[in-house]
Each structure stands twice: as C-alpha cells, then as structure tokens.
C-alpha cells in the first residue's frame, strides 16, 4: 500500500458565471484515509458486539474504573489489588467523568482496540508473504488466517469480553510492527510506548527501537524523549504519590496464588504452547525455515521477538511473578502472524508441483485446527453463559 498519493492538476474552464462551486465530499477523505471507514465500523460492531454478549469487566477492569472515580475526586489509591499499569488508566479517568456510562465506555474500548489487532495482524502477514501480482490470493490467504487465529488464542475471546487490557496490548504491538513495515517509524514507537504502559515486558523492545529511532532518524529525538519521560512518570511516578511505594505494581505481583511454585522455565513455555495447537505450531516452524531459505529478516525479526518475550516471561517467573498465560498473548499473536506468513508462502511458492504440495500442507494443517476451533468455540460459549448469570447477580 502505497504511503503517498501523486495528484496532478488540471486545467479546466472557469465555471460558468452564477454556477455555485461545490464543497469538496467525503469521499476523497476516506479515499485518502480509508483507516476512518474501518475505525467507525469497528466502533459500531463493538458496540453490538458489547450489547449482544451481555457480559461485565472482571475483577482488575473494575478496578481500573475505581481508579477513574477516585481521581476526580482526589483519593487515588494504588496500594491494593488490582496491580498498578497506566494504560487503561488513560481511559478510565475520562470516563470516569460519564458517570455510570463509564463501563460502557471502557466495555467498548476493549472490544474496539481488540478487534483492531485482527486487522493489523492480517496486514502484517499480507505484507510479508510478498506475493506477484498473479498469486495475491495467496496474501489474501495469510491475511484471513491470521486474522481468524489471533481470535482463537485460547482464552483470548473470554479476555476481550470481560474487558482485560491484555488483548488491547497484542492491537498496540501488532500495530507497532505493522507501522514500522509501512514506513511509519514515529507511529510504530507511539504504539510501542502505549502498549508499554501495560505491560513491563514490552520496555526492552521499545528501548531497542529507540536506540534505533534515535541513531538513524534524528527528528525522532524528541519524541523518544517525552515518550520514555511520560512513561515513566505515569510508571512510577503516579504510584510514588498514591501508595507506599513507586514499584508497587512489582511489589503486589509477588506471591500471586495462580505463580508456578516449581519448574517455572518448561512451565512458562508449556502454558506458552497451550495458547496454540501444534499444527499452527508447525506452521510457524515452517515459516522460519522459508524465511532462512529467502533471507526474510523481518519475518525472522518478529520471530525471534516472540522467543524472546518468552524468554523475558520465563525470567520474570523465575523472579516470583506469576507468568500467567494471557502475559504471553503478544507472543502468541507474533506467532500466528509468522504461521500465516508460512501458509502465504506454501500457497504461492513456485513451480506447479511445490505449489500443489503447498496447498495440500495447508488443507491438511487447516483441517487440523477445525476441531480444536470448535471445542474452543464451545468452551467460549459454556464461559459466555457463566458470564452472563455473573453479570445478572451484578
């Protein structure tokens, strides 16, 4: 897609004398920022999305929406559950000022930016399988699986609908990589550091493209530095004047009841595996070695930044933090996007006779992952009823 458009101007006859020049439509705004069209329907299905399901936040989005009353009115407190992260913070304290329609707001938010990680996701592996012309179907291809496998993360549904920030976070990473292949570095580290806000694992990678930003585009420089002063300061900074101490995010995340007591490393990776079925898995795995093969780095770049917030994960388990399964969504959805770049590539690799093999890899890998999909889709359903006579006791 391209970043630019081109416009060349005519030359026409001026218009007749009393003729009434016309205002400019919508339609070359929307031509020109299609991102609009696809935010308005995502606001609206979200909203549908919101009234259908009939669910309530959890325990810690309600005490994200605490966190927006009390600072209207002065008594921000963050020592007690739920743990302190500033992103949903952003959101709550305007809502706050709504009134009840707060978690309303917030309900929707949740479901808009979720839905948003679909989109990025389908772009990115529609953009990396780099497809001719003559095999875009295979693009198009990608981009559908990606799309549909971010939403069959385990449990990723159940988050979404009871309004955790973790799905918001996977949007804000996909969109970070997303921009950063478009050619939009400053978005892409915006997108970073706001995701950062809402998990501590996201900081190394931000801090290496910021080292990046600030050595190769000199006009970033700014940006890197209100970005990494307003995080920070919303960080520690809040905490410092509403608890007993600037770390105590950190603090209340030791001695969770659901943290790995024993084998915290093939723990951390096994409740890593469980978020997928192995056949996504080995597409994954095949993505990589026709990365290798072409010398794809960007696909091996993401790659490698899922292992490695395995691994951030695996050491934070190791510390005493809990390493729950939804801490690893990022990862996760890294991963589908890499199996999707590896279904794109199996479609479209020449001659006949690979690409054949190709398809039959991926029908076969497809077919696989529909019976595990219903099972999840019929849990999912099982959770939703649960929900709803929760939210009837509300």
């Known amino acids: 897609m391209s970043e630019s458009t081109l416009e060349q101007r005519s030359v026409a006859p001026a218009p007749a004398r009393g003729t009434a020049s016309r205002a400019p439509g919508a339609g070359p705004l929307i031509r020109k920022h299609p991102e609009l069209i696809i935010a308005a329907v995502l606001l609206v299905v979200s909203t549908l999305i919101v ?16 966190w927006g009353h009390q600072t209207l009115t002065g008594s921000l407190d963050t020592n007690a559950a739920p743990s302190w992260k500033p992103l949903p913070y952003l959101f709550t304290v305007p809502y706050a000022l709504f009134g009840h329609y707060q978690v309303w707001l917030w309900m929707i938010t949740v479901v808009a930016v979720s839905l948003a990680g679909v989109v990025f ?199 005493g933090w809990p390493g729950l399964p939804r801490y690893m969504f990022e990862a996760a959805a890294v991963m589908v996007v890499v199996a999707a770049v590896g279904v794109g590539r199996l479609l479209a690799e020449p001659p006949k006779v690979a690409t054949v093999a190709g398809i039959a890899l991926v029908a076969v890998a497809v077919a696989l992952l529909v019976p595990p999909a219903l099972s999840r889709a019929r849990i999912e359903r099982k959770d939703l009823r649960v929900q709803r006579a929760r939210t009837k006791q509300i």
Not at 51 to 66: E, I, M, N, Q, S
Not at 275 to 294: D, K, N, Q, W, Y
């Open 121 to 319: 996701a389908a772009r990115i592996a529609y953009r990396l399988t780099d497809a001719g012309p003559e095999r875009r179907y295979a693009a198009i291809a990608a981009g559908a699986f990606a799309g549909l496998a971010l939403l069959g993360i385990r449990d990723y549904a159940h988050y979404v609908l009871s309004s955790q920030s973790d799905p918001m976070i996977v949007t804000l990473c996909l969109g970070a990589i997303d921009c950063h292949l478009s050619g939009r570095p400053r978005w892409a580290f915006v997108l970073g550091a706001l995701a950062s806000l809402g998990r501590p694992e996201v900081w190394p990678f931000v801090a290496a493209y910021a080292i990046w930003g600030w050595r190769t585009i000199p006009a970033m420089r700014t940006l890197i530095v209100a970005s990494v002063a307003v995080v920070l300061a919303l960080w520690f900074g809040i905490p410092a004047l509403t608890s007993r101490s600037p770390f105590v995010a950190g603090t209340n995340a030791l001695g969770s009841g659901r943290a790995l007591h024993s084998g915290r490393v093939l723990g951390t990776v096994d409740r890593f595996l469980d978020l997928h079925e192995t056949p996504l898995e080995l597409l994954a795995l095949i993505s990589v070695g026709f990365a290798l093969v072409r010398r794809d780095r960007a696909t091996l770049a993401i790659a490698a930044g899922a292992v490695a917030w395995v691994i951030l994960e695996i050491a934070f388990a190791l510390h």
């Open 51 to 66: 009234v259908w399901a009939r669910t309530r936040p959890g325990f810690d989005p309600y005490g994200w929406l605490v």
